[in-house]
């Protein structure tokens, strides 16, 4: 099985920048993807971004083109989101998750491990 485990989140000002990164192990292999959703309180888990691992063909939120980039190295097996331009609306927990195939859905149901998820705060 592969664990994921995210770690940079935090608390930025509005206009900052942030990289989350989510690192994997265990029985990884090259045919797979990863994701980032995030979840604000009381709200759905919401797709960010997935990055096709082989590829590295990517696909964003339309809402969060041009600010956030997924980008992933191989070597270390993490895969990352570059945040700029934080918004307080930005504010939620933040999951990694990985699925096997190198489609990139935007539903969180198609991905089936999950990291515990890092908090990401932006105050205006």
């Known amino acids: 099985q592969v664990q994921l485990v995210e770690s940079g989140g935090g608390l930025v000002q509005v206009g900052g920048s942030l990289r989350l990164s989510c690192a994997a192990s265990?029985?990884?292999?090259?045919?797979?993807?990863m994701g980032w959703f995030r979840q604000a309180p009381g709200k759905e888990r919401d797709f960010v971004a997935a990055?096709?691992?082989?590829?590295?063909?990517?696909t964003y939120a339309d809402s969060l083109k041009g600010r956030f980039t997924i980008s992933r190295d191989t070597a270390k097996n993490t895969v990352y989101l570059q945040m700029n331009s934080l918004k307080p609306e930005d504010t939620a927990v933040y999951y990694c998750?990985?699925?096997?195939?190198?489609?990139?859905?935007?539903?969180?149901?198609?991905?089936?491990?999950w990291g515990q998820g890092t908090r990401v705060t932006v105050s205006s």
């Open positions: 265990g029985r990884t292999h090259s045919n797979y993807a």
């Open positions: 990055i096709s691992w082989s590829s590295g063909s990517s």
């Open positions: 998750a990985a699925k096997t195939g190198s489609s990139r859905p935007q539903r969180h149901d198609d991905y089936s491990r």
